[in-house]
């Protein structure tokens, strides 16, 4: 005997593979349609007795509507040894479930018939039929927030349009007008006269640059990303570069490493460097050693990098509040700015999916962190 | 606003005092005596194709310059600088943008439809004037036009 070959079994064995078998199953007279013989599982699941099963025929089962095509495939398949197939079935309380049928040629006694083995999947096309409807439903649901996201994003861009529009025009007839008095009436105004005049001039170009201000930022938020290579050390210099030479008397210190390059947006990544280091300039500029040190390290994931002074620093009490937008830590009167700096800067690194966080102590400077994820080229 | 005898110089400005601070700006390098001020794009269209109230106008003189304004009542500035570009007489007219917009897509749509200078008005006066002054003294005194 072969070793993968099983060993015989009993005639009494098979009978007994048949009749407990826990799917029901049956024979068939494919000439007749006549069953003869039927399990203890297809006397359960349909509910017949089993004489009343050998009284009948296989159309028995089936709604009369199927049964057109149930003839049409037992012709087709005479000579098929084996069949598998989705139909419905109907048992003895009227219930309709679909089954997966297998059927086999099988020898049975004198005849050449049918062995069937009848697997319900009611509950299995049910549950398919439910996913598939959930994920129709999250799908429309998708597409709908989609639409919505689309109608917003839509309206900001309009509603930052008509502000860099509508909102600057007011500004200037306020700033002009206020100059055509004091060129017009100069000899009317004292000198009071004419300050007050300053400081309306002054702050409507203050509301101006937060206009400004506030327009880049909402600007960067719709920006799209787009990555390249970026060497960092070489923007970093050519932005602490940019910055002396346009409102710098006496530039200070600089101190550069050799950065680790970064993929991200370049113009964006730019502008956190000019942010950075003008701040570093600004809260350093009352110092005479003012330094500024440019550094960055690379870690398993992620590349750090960071904008170090030794200006006045800042109380960590209020380190929460630095990069939200118009927050300022000292008085106008101090150090000019609008306070959207760092706000724009904490807004470019989420965006290139990195991190920011700072340190200091009064009067001991700050160091500035960003950390950009190191992308693996795929 | 009196209608000059040759027009030089058409302001196209909706705003009353933006259009007040421009001639002041003008006027104070002596560009201002020719200027026709219209209020929205409809009227510069009328001037400059001498339709509806302007249709008397002797088209064969062409202004040195059109300083126009990017949003405009009825018909905006695009739209009128689109129609001075696609007509042969008025083609080669120079426009330069004067708008408080310094949107990427109104910059790149201007020069896209052939705008020779854009401008974003500066909020500070003193910046305005000079850049007013500076865009009217370049295009009638120092630029040279097609015979």
């Known amino acids: 005997m072969e070793a993968d070959e099983n060993p015989p079994f009993s005639e009494g064995q098979y009978q007994l ?38 009284g009948m025929t296989i159309k028995d089962i089936r709604p009369a509507e199927d049964v057109p095509a149930l003839l049409a495939d037992v ?35 004198e005849h050449k018939t049918k062995l069937v083995l009848a697997k319900d999947i009611t509950e299995q096309l049910r549950a398919e039929a439910q996913v598939c409807q959930l994920n129709e439903d999250l799908e429309g649901r998708v597409s709908e927030r989609t639409a919505e ?36 009436y100069a000899a009317r105004l004292d000198t ?57 008397p006496k530039a200070p210190q600089l101190n550069i490493k050799t950065l680790p390059p970064a993929r991200g947006d370049s113009a964006m990544l730019r502008q956190v460097f000019v942010n950075l280091l003008d701040n570093a300039i600004k809260f350093s500029r009352v110092r005479k050693d003012a330094t500024i040190e440019i550094g960055g390290s690379c870690a398993r ?27 300022r830590l000292h008085a106008e009167e101090e150090f000019a700015g609008t306070g959207v700096g760092l706000a724009l800067v904490q807004r470019i690194i989420l965006r290139h999916g990195g991190k920011v966080w700072a340190e200091s102590k009064l009067g ?15 | 606003m009196s209608v000059p005898n040759a027009v030089e110089i058409l302001l196209v400005e909706d705003n009353p005092h933006d259009a007040e601070l421009t001639l002041r700006a003008l006027r104070k390098r002596r560009l201002a005596n020719s200027v ?23 088209t064969d003189h062409k202004p040195k310059l059109v300083l126009l304004d990017l949003k405009l009542p009825k018909i905006d500035g695009l739209e009128v600088l689109r129609q001075l570009r696609t007509h042969e007489e008025t083609k080669l007219i120079p426009v330069v943008m004067l708008t408080s917009s310094r949107e990427e897509q109104d910059v790149v749509e201007s020069y896209r439809f052939g705008v020779n200078s854009y401008i974003v008005k500066p909020v500070n006066f003193d910046n305005f004037s000079e850049a007013v002054a500076l865009a009217g003294h370049y295009w009638l005194l120092v630029n040279q036009e097609p015979k």
């Open chain 1, 364 to 378: 001991q400077g700050a160091t500035f962190y960003f950390a950009l994820p190191v992308r693996k080229e795929s």
């Open chain 1, 75 to 109: 012709q087709a398949n005479q000579s098929t040894p084996t069949v598998t197939s989705v139909w419905r079935h109907r048992k003895k309380d009227g219930t309709l479930i679909d089954v997966e049928i297998t059927s086999h040629e099988f020898q049975f006694g």
């Open chain 1, 149 to 184: 996201l689309t109608a917003v994003n839509k309206e900001l861009e309009a509603f930052s349009y008509s502000v860099s529009h509508d909102l600057r025009a007011p500004l200037r007839a306020i700033i002009g007008y206020s100059q055509l008095v004091l060129e017009d």
């Open chain 1, 192 to 248: 009071e006269g004419q300050r007050l005049l300053g400081v309306i001039a002054a702050e409507a170009l203050r509301m101006s640059q937060l206009i400004d201000d506030l327009l880049t930022f909402s600007g960067i938020g719709r920006q799209r990303v787009q990555m390249t290579d970026v060497d960092m050390t070489a923007l970093a210099l050519s932005a602490f570069q940019s910055l002396i030479s346009t409102h710098l």
């Open chain 1, 17 to 54: 593979l048949f009749e407990r078998n826990p799917l029901p199953m049956w024979v068939y007279d494919p000439a007749t349609l006549r069953f003869l013989t039927v399990n203890k599982a297809a006397i359960r699941h349909y509910g017949y007795s089993r004489k009343e099963f050998l």
């Open chain 2, 36 to 58: 026709l001020h219209v209020r929205d794009g409809e009227e510069a269209i009328h001037w400059l194709f001498a339709m509806g109230a302007y249709a008397d106008r002797d």
């Open chain 1, 301 to 327: 994931d992620q590349n750090v990098y960071y904008v170090k002074d030794n200006g006045v620093g800042f109380d960590e009490k209020y380190v929460t509040k630095l990069f939200g937008v118009f927050q």
